[in-house]
């Protein structure tokens, strides 16, 4: 089905390779979030174009539209998006719990209204698990509970027993109903906030019911940074060193290389692509407001330093031009952009793992990227 | 510095080629709309990949956002917007006509208040070509004055005789200012309304002054399409065979091969971006508005006769999904399509008058086009 293998190390970071049925993946790896059937603003070819191998898909956004039985109707989602790349799809948690009204959540399941039209729906693991197989994912996820932090010990310990509870469902359900595409993967995801002997307890869950990747929930959710680099430092190393490991939802370039430093092999963050339709990019020296005014007649790349097709063929006046015109070339091009200081920087981090000089490398990009454009 | 030669001619409609500056246009010609310095949500590169050889800039709104001062400083249009290949700015008089709020019109010029902010702007004819040379463009057009028609018989001669005067200082103007890019063609503009003797009069008063090209102006202004095609088809044949004829801003489909009969190389027109945005598709059976739930479960292409890549790797279901979702990439996919089918048609019709068989493909064309899918 999927298949692991790891290929350098450098102290706890690593560098491997993962064969799916729909094309390799060679970690560590950043995914680009598609959550409607699409990579906001960019085509299936570009997504390919900038290296990406993977991308993920949003259950609980694709379940309201268009509906995952209409995806299952034309071929799955690869087909529908035209994206023969691996796909992730989350188990639809995580926006319940963010995006919609959430009605009630017990041992069943969760009850909520749709954020689109206030019709009430019901999310359970074996539901998530038929959504994600109507829509044919490579990698499918377990519905978990993700707790919003601070929270108290023993809400996270409710939420680690649920979360297990509903692994052993997904799994469950994941062998018994059938894929559009074939053989999907499943991961586990290990819940526990900022409680590192919680974070154990629920790695354990996972570990007996047994899962072909896991997966760290419950970070980036209003912790702070040292809380969220002390629990990856935590467990990452503790995870199974023959399966892949996912930090879910981070984050920003920091928070990617010390996840990295950590054990990590993959990761997705709307960031870059939400932030380059609001005109916030990143370069090698920072982030760049690109409305600000200081731009205006500045005929330089965004990034002197980037080889992407948008610093290679426009100024920063004619993107800030775009964005103050609200046009929707400006989108493109900065999150064409920012997708590609994403995907090179953990392609970059892959190659320090291999040459075994990963600390190095991290402290060298952090040091040129902290140094702020902007001075901030 | 631009060059016409004819090619051949089947009855009035021409097939012919124009040298530029900046590159080669084969007539009849379709340019695409590139308002603020992007034909919208498009890149440059893909406008050369869909084989356009020329596109249009907007003289009124280049010249409130950025500014043509700013574009002049990155280097020009042409440099701003990484296009190299020809563009045409129209006078800005059509747009203040249209979009701002006119304040008042002497033979002076025309006082207006910006759509965007309302701060009083004067536009003439020297202020129009000192814009347009600020801009660059390969061939620039005279200010004219554009009237909604119907009109009286008095405004019209009013108005030709204000054009006259207008081309006349834009001539001047134009051999005494200098462009960002080199030398610039001139167009003259034909006016008349629906008075097919004050059309006439209109193109003697432009050919007494002399221009690189001629176009007709002041349809598609209200007029019905029947008194469009009479003007154009008795003008255009009166128009010199050494130049270029520009039909401006028409139109749809119809429009296009109408013109083309009597005898137009070039058209410009912002029906097929304006419409892609709106979920508007223009195919070889008629227009298809992609909302309508009966493509919801439709797997088919959006046009099975097009080779476009949206029709190659994208279902109708696919695009509606998009459109509804107010995805960009809906808007990105869909305005590929409709210039494609745009350009395609132009060479197509070009083919044809080459074989002298240009009414027959008319005629087959349209019997399709006009067969609906939708019926309409």
Redesign the interface.
Known sequence: MIQFELEANDSNSRAGVLQTPHGTIYTPSFMPVGT???V??????EIKELGAEIILGNTYHLHL??GDE?VR???GLHQ???WDGPILTDSGGFQIFSLAKLLELNEEGVFFRSHLDGIQKTLTPEISIAIQQNLGSTIMMCLDQCLKLPASRQEIECSIALTANWAQRSKEASVNGSGVSGEQALFGIVQGGGELDLREQSLEQMLEIGFDGYAIGGLSVGETKEEMYSVAHHITPKMPAEKPRYLMGVGDPKDLLEGIEAGVDMFDCVMPTRNARNGSLFTSRGKISIKQSRY??D?AALDPDCAC?TCK???R??L???F??N???G???NTFHNLFFYLSLVKQAREAIKGKRYLKFKKAFLQKYQSGIEGD
Chains 1, 2 share one sequence.
């Open positions: 409607l059937g699409t906001k603003a960019m085509t299936s070819g539209r268009p209409l109707k034309m071929g529908f998006m035209n205006k007649e005929p097709s063929n426009y100024s006046a004619y800030r031009h775009l103050k015109s046009e929707i070339l989108m493109r091009l």
